[in-house]
């Protein structure tokens, strides 16, 4: 019986920054019904009576994400009302990061009314099959939708291929194409082209360096109300990039971008006040903005007000809600909730102890690269914690969080070392280092394509 190893080092959390069925059928095939409807609506021109349906659905709290994406494109189109549309693309991002395949029962009405010319549907079912929803990433047929609604002139689309372009999401990177597509749409008045063409300019990517044109572009954006460009230049005026340095607009811009819609300005603000950059240190305020920035989705900010929350520093401690906070934070992809919700199910804090369900969040974590997944799981392997003891699996986790830096892991190395045969370590050490190069060529042939 192997004695169990114990893991003390990692207990702080990650602070970063049957009856019923018929029924239940029949309301799933009504909601799409509805779905349905509010496309064909939309893209006959129907306008007022698609809005009117989607603001129904979307105010029944759906758990789909196709109304909320649709209604945030038809507010933006029809009355450039970018501060719902941001609430609304916010909470389409969550739920189709839950359900991917929530598109394939829209796909057919997308497709018809696309192929009969329609650049909205065009659009609509470009950007589905870029982000792989309806259950097809299928970047080749995503640019052509998307090129199709370009050539018809519809400057969402114009501003999406230059995201592709500046980005080399399905096509090749190129800048200076992203340039001349959002410089498209910004004089077709797109404000989210305008500001993306402001940053191009900022840092002249694809273009010369321009900073006072930039600066228009994000001012003249953010009259229209995009926050995103309130963001940015709450950030020049904080850091006096391209204009003079100012704490008071700064603070100013962040407020006006938080009341367009943008929780990670209400985030960025609860940070600045944490830790008393540019601002006077006070986490009464902090924890203020990162329970607004929660309260909109913000999966960093759940994250961080979770921690607080179980630690009970700055609120009293409360463990099932920073349960409750991790999950919302776990549900749209964020590596350090998903190691927190880990470290919950193993200790039974704020949630009935679960070490099958542990195990596996450390292994979502693990598989995504967190140095104390890595740790975690190799715990687990030594302590048969969710899973059978297995100390070859062990040394390789534990390997692997050597390799990338976990200040624990060779405790965990040296408490098996003289449990295992040397050929079993040498195994686990091989496919741990080669494991490891193929993380780093990757992470390193990343950081080149973004130069």
Not at 131 to 140: E, I, R, S, T
Not at 309 to 333: C, M, N, W
Request: hydrophobic share 40%; net charge positive; glycine share 10%.
């Amino acid at each position: 019986m192997y004695r169990k190893f114990v893991l003390a080092a990692v207990g702080a959390l990650c602070l970063l920054c049957a009856g019923g069925a018929p029924a239940a059928k029949y309301k799933d095939v009504m909601f799409l019904d509805s779905v349905r409807n509010g496309l064909c609506a939309w893209f006959e021109g129907k306008n007022d009576d698609a809005r009117a349906l989607f603001t129904r659905l979307v105010k029944d709290n759906a758990k789909n994400p196709v109304p909320y994406h649709a209604l945030a494109i038809l507010l933006m189109d029809t009355e450039k009302n970018y501060s719902d549309a941001a609430r609304l693309r916010g909470i389409h991002q969550t739920l189709a990061a839950e359900g991917r395949q929530a598109y394939r029962d829209v796909i057919p009405t997308l497709k018809k009314y696309a192929e009969s010319g329609c650049v909205q549907a065009q659009y609509m079912w470009g950007t589905a099959l870029l982000w792989g929803l309806g259950g097809q990433f299928d970047p080749v047929g995503a640019l052509l939708q998307l090129r199709r609604a370009s050539d018809g002139g519809y400057p969402p689309a114009q501003r999406e291929l230059g995201v592709m372009h500046e980005l080399g999401r399905g096509v090749q990177k190129q800048p200076s194409e992203a340039a001349r597509l959002y410089r498209l749409a910004s004089d077709s008045g797109d404000a989210l082209a305008r500001k993306s063409l402001g940053t191009l300019l900022l840092f002249g990517k694809g273009v010369p360096k321009d900073i006072p044109q930039a600066v228009a572009l994000f001012e003249s954006s953010a009259a229209e109300g995009y926050p995103d460009a309130m963001m940015t230049l709450a950030e020049l005026y904080r850091e006096g990039t391209g204009v003079e340095k100012d704490t008071d607009k700064a603070l100013a811009w962040y407020v006006k971008a938080f009341n367009a819609g943008s929780s990670e300005a209400a985030t960025n603000l609860a940070w600045l006040y944490e830790t008393g950059t540019d601002l006077p240190k006070d986490m009464k305020k902090a924890v203020s903005w990162y329970k607004k920035a929660a309260e909109q989705g913000n999966h960093a900010a759940q994250l961080r007000l979770g921690a607080f929350y179980y630690e009970g520093h700055h609120v009293k401690k409360d463990p099932a809600e920073a349960f409750r906070l991790f999950s919302l934070s776990a549900k749209q992809g964020n590596i350090n909730a998903w190691y927190n919700l880990g470290w919950l199910y193993k200790t039974g804090n704020g949630v009935k102890k679960d070490l099958k369900k542990s195990k596996d969040w450390f292994e979502r974590a693990a598989m995504a690269g967190s140095d104390r997944g890595y740790f975690a799981l190799g715990v687990a392997y030594v302590n048969g914690e969710g899973t059978d003891v297995d100390l070859e699996e062990a040394y390789y986790w534990f390997m692997l969080a050597k390799l990338t830096g976990n200040p624990d892991a060779q405790r965990g190395l040296d408490f098996i070392d003289k449990k295992m045969k040397d050929d079993a370590k040498a195994r686990a050490a091989k496919r741990a280092q080669e494991k490891f190069d193929r993380e780093l060529k990757h992470q390193n042939d990343e950081e080149r394509e973004n130069q």
